[in-house]
């Protein structure tokens, strides 16, 4: 079905009907803007080839007022940025970074400038999408096919998209039905949906099926994402402890199951602030990647359902984490200083583990170009000796 667009007059016309109605309405010297034509007007504004980076971390000066997140271009989600509130308010984040602050309303920034230095500069909150748009790195979405040549994508795959983007999905659905958690679009569509994801890094996969788990505590069925549509680095993460805790680990499209002494189980990862447990099976949302505090809560569940080892499990998610944003980086070095008193030995390990990192941050922090606590500081340069 086929939006059309006269002067301040929105119509829909039947797929079977849309040229002849818009060649009829040509003829009588009619303008028309087909969504067609919306989606091929974008292609002159996004470019995938546009792709823009994030620069060196600096220490950037922000008001201490309210909370602070920044948009990590590898997850496309807002995560929470730790602001420094001594002499002096700021924020560790990385230059060409888009920050909002939650204060009187939701404030929208964008780090400019150098290493040396930077400041964060007020932006529009259209204008910090579209900058969005060209630092998110590659991501896949899949979608199936439904009988009535009807086509189903999760919202979880289009997070943070620009607001126009998302209305023209919405505009491209073939009936007036909504589907709570997914767009729905005509499959003789496809190639529009397709080329309007390309513009913003999002690869379109067709699958047979989406796996539809329902649980005790979940009222109503959920989606689950696919392995594959996850960070790799955060997956092996989980299964590298796993199998640490003595689990025999297999993986599937959609499935990480384990076997321990006790029983099997099932792990699914899907789009949801909470974890849902079955008799076989946990339903692990996925923030909890992102999230050792979470992880090792979900894994101690695992751990006894399952009959697996008894290790330091808070060390084994800190040797095995992956630096991947400056949040990674932050939490390993606070792991680092708080193992410190403990067992020093294991603080080794965690810097050793990521010595380049680690150490690249210490110098940034010697040559005042980032701030920390006096305490973390002294910390992390006797563990680098």
Not at 88 to 106: D, F, H, L, P, W
Not at 185 to 197: A, G, N, T
Not at 250 to 269: A, C, D, H, Q, Y
């Amino acid at each position: 079905m086929e939006r059309g667009y006269m002067g301040s007059f929105t119509f829909v016309t039947p797929k079977e009907k849309k040229q002849e109605i818009i060649d009829r309405l040509k003829d009588v010297g009619i303008p028309i803007h087909s969504l067609t034509d919306h989606i091929a007007k974008y292609s002159k504004i996004y470019q995938s080839s546009r792709k823009k980076t994030l620069g060196d971390l600096s220490f950037v000066k922000l008001p201490p007022n309210g909370s602070w997140e920044w948009m990590n271009p590898t997850t496309r989600r807002w995560e929470y940025l730790t602001v420094f509130k001594s002499v002096v308010s700021g924020a560790n984040v990385r230059i060409n970074s888009i920050i909002k602050q939650e204060y009187r309303g939701t404030n929208f920034f964008k780090v400019i400038g150098s290493k040396e230095n930077c400041s964060a500069v007020p932006i529009s909150k259209i204008a910090a999408y579209n900058m969005m748009t060209d630092q998110f790195n590659d991501s896949t979405a899949f979608w199936i096919e439904k009988p009535g040549n009807i086509s189903v994508i999760s919202r979880s795959y289009l997070s943070n998209i620009p607001a126009d983007f998302f209305n023209t999905m919405v505009r491209l659905r073939p009936t007036e039905t909504h589907l709570k958690g997914f767009l729905l679009f005509d499959s003789d569509d496809f190639p529009l949906v397709e080329r309007l994801l390309s513009m913003i890094r999002i690869k379109l996969v067709l699958q047979s099926d989406i796996k539809i788990i329902q649980t005790r505590t979940t009222p109503t069925d959920a989606t689950v994402f696919y392995l594959d549509s996850l960070e790799k680095e955060r997956i092996d993460t989980v299964t590298n402890i796993l199998q640490k805790l003595g689990g025999i680990v297999e993986k599937s499209e959609n499935t990480i199951s384990v076997t321990g002494r006790k029983k099997p189980m099932k792990l699914f990862f899907y789009d949801s602030a909470k974890n849902s447990i079955s008799a076989n099976s946990i339903l692990i949302s996925n923030n909890v990647l992102t999230d050792p505090e979470r992880l090792e809560d979900t894994i101690k569940v695992i751990k006894n359902t399952c009959g697996l080892n008894n290790e330091f499990l808070d060390f084994l998610i800190a040797v095995n984490w992956p630096i991947i944003t400056s949040k990674d980086l932050d939490f390993l070095i606070q792991a680092a200083v708080d193992f410190y008193p403990l067992n020093k030995e294991k603080a080794k390990q965690i810097v050793s583990k990521n010595h380049t990192a680690i150490k690249n941050w210490y110098k940034d922090v010697v040559d005042d170009k980032i701030k920390v606590q006096p305490e973390t500081s002294f910390i992390i340069g006797k563990l680098l000796r």
